[in-house]
């Protein structure tokens, strides 16, 4: 069997590329769910990188062992029938919630880090998403290839500034109080469960498409390893940073603060980051209402950007605040159920 390595990581790539989202990107979701307990978070993110690898990289496979051609069809095999009709409900309310929280992220950048108008970042982002969307795959492949290998070096870059940092060691050792610590012993699996339910919108289709196990294996491998090295990287920058909860973008903020002249770029990479999660979670509800109604891409498209636009007008640290962790508790029914359903690709269906 030849191994198509090249694949693989564009595989990588997009699985990096749909849960690395407005909260991950900007920093907020890291905060939220790990950086803010100190150095519990940090072994939380070990924790989750583990389960990226191994849930991810099972998806997928199984995905394409069963022939998948939506996450409808995944959850009808992981559910059963009826069972998995309630939740694909579930599922595209909570991706029309998360492409506006995307959508309300690209707003923060403009406003928060550019001075602008919160509307101009969320009426280009719908603009641009609509041209990757009609190009479709190959779009969805190609922003992925690009923005990802930005967004890794960018991370690496940060964290190597701040273990320079005198006391690194002492906030990297430091358990703050919180009131709701219990939080830091649930968040891997919350966390993981929240990305893969939300993730497999596009996961699905694309392992579906390349069908080869052995690709998609090394592709979610090399994923959850990225994503594992992005948290774990962002991790050690954001708890240099005092005050870290009080922020929309701390990563911006930490990077102005650190190395000032790669400042632009890095809110342009935090900006494509955004973007891959709008159009991964557009492209895997775009696929879903094609299954209920015969529709063009473009009026299946603008129709869930009208929607995720309305939802969007809401604040975005209060939209991630609220909406992240409800969605986590819920997709945990999801990530239990992949855990422990048997998957053996040497048997034939």
């Not at 407005?22 to 070990?46: H, P």
């Not at 928060?112 to 969805?140: A, P, R, W, Y």
């Not at 960018?154 to 190597?160: D, E, K, N, Q």
């Not at 492209?283 to 309305?310: C, E, H, M, N, W």
Request: charged share 10%; net charge positive.
């Amino acid at each position: 069997m030849r191994k198509n390595w090249t694949q693989a990581i564009q595989i990588a790539a997009v699985y990096v590329g749909t849960v690395v989202g407005a909260g991950f990107a900007t920093g907020k979701e890291i905060v939220e769910f790990f950086s803010r307990f100190g150095f519990f978070g940090l072994i939380s993110i070990i924790m989750s990188g583990y389960l990226f690898i191994m849930l991810g990289s099972k998806l997928m496979r199984m995905a394409a062992y069963i022939d998948a051609k939506s996450y409808q069809e995944f959850n009808a095999y992981l559910f059963g029938k009826w069972p998995s009709r309630i939740i694909n409900i579930f599922m595209l309310f909570m991706l029309l919630g998360v492409s506006a929280v995307m959508l309300s992220g690209a707003g923060a950048v403009f406003e928060e880090q550019l001075g602008l108008s919160k509307s101009i970042g969320v009426f280009l982002t719908i603009f641009l998403s609509v041209l990757v969307m009609l190009v479709g795959t190959k779009g969805l492949f190609a922003v992925n290839t690009f923005v990802v290998p930005l967004m890794i070096s960018f991370s690496v870059i940060l964290m190597v500034f701040s273990v320079r940092m005198p006391h690194f060691i002492d906030q990297l050792l430091f358990i703050p109080h919180a009131e709701d610590g219990w939080k830091s012993v649930v968040a891997p699996f919350s966390y993981v469960a929240l990305n893969l339910g939300l993730a497999q919108a596009v996961l699905v289709p694309i392992a579906a498409e390349v069908k080869d196990d052995w690709t998609i294996k090394w592709g979610g491998i090399l994923g959850g390893a990225a994503l594992t090295l992005i948290l774990g990287a962002s991790h050690f920058t954001l708890i240099m940073l005092p005050n870290l909860e009080m922020y929309n973008i701390p990563m911006a903020i930490v990077m102005k603060n650190i190395a000032p002249f790669l400042y632009w770029i890095y809110v342009l990479v935090i900006y494509g980051e955004i973007f891959t999660s709008v159009i991964g979670n557009v492209f895997g509800l775009d696929r879903q209402l094609k299954q209920y109604l015969p529709i063009p891409t473009i009026a299946s498209v603008t129709a869930i950007f009208l929607v995720s636009y309305l939802i969007s007008l809401v604040n975005y640290g209060t939209l991630l605040s609220y909406l992240y962790p409800l969605f986590g508790y819920i997709c945990m029914i999801f990530f239990i159920l992949l855990w422990m359903k048997p998957f053996n690709p040497d048997i034939k269906k």
